[in-house]
């Protein structure tokens, strides 16, 4: 049974970094695009960062480019959002999903499968 779960979350000052881990389980991550989205109150989920299967390339938001990074340890069996230089506007429960044979195009419909989501709050 195909399992994500998000960790990493938390509350960090303004400028401050965190870093997200995915861990998946019950499904070879490798062939498998995964998404980081984030729900902020009162906002629809959007897409922040994703990166594809195979080749591992990667997209970003315009509002986090040049500050979050996304990685895969397709070994270790997870997937990482570097989150540097956070912003209030960063505050959201942050997911992770997946989608088999994604280009990691961040398109929402496109990922089938979702972990629960860690809260990351960034004020001072």
């Known amino acids: 049974q195909l399992q994500l779960v998000e960790s990493g979350g938390g509350l960090v000052q303004p400028g401050g970094s965190l870093r997200l881990s995915c861990a998946a389980s019950?499904?070879?991550?490798?062939?498998?695009?995964i998404g980081w989205f984030r729900e902020a109150p009162g906002k629809e989920r959007e897409g922040v960062s994703c990166i594809s299967s195979g080749s591992g390339s990667t997209n970003y938001a315009d509002s986090v480019k040049g500050r979050f990074t996304i990685s895969r340890d397709n070994a270790k069996r997870r997937v990482y959002l570097q989150m540097n230089s956070l912003k209030p506007e960063d505050t959201a429960v942050y997911y992770c999903?997946?989608?088999?044979?994604?280009?990691?195009?961040?398109?929402?419909?496109?990922?089938?499968?979702w972990g629960q989501g860690t809260q990351v709050t960034v004020s001072s």
């Open positions: 019950g499904f070879t991550l490798d062939y498998y695009a």
């Open positions: 999903a997946a989608d088999l044979y994604g280009s990691g195009s961040c398109r929402k419909a496109d990922f089938g499968s």
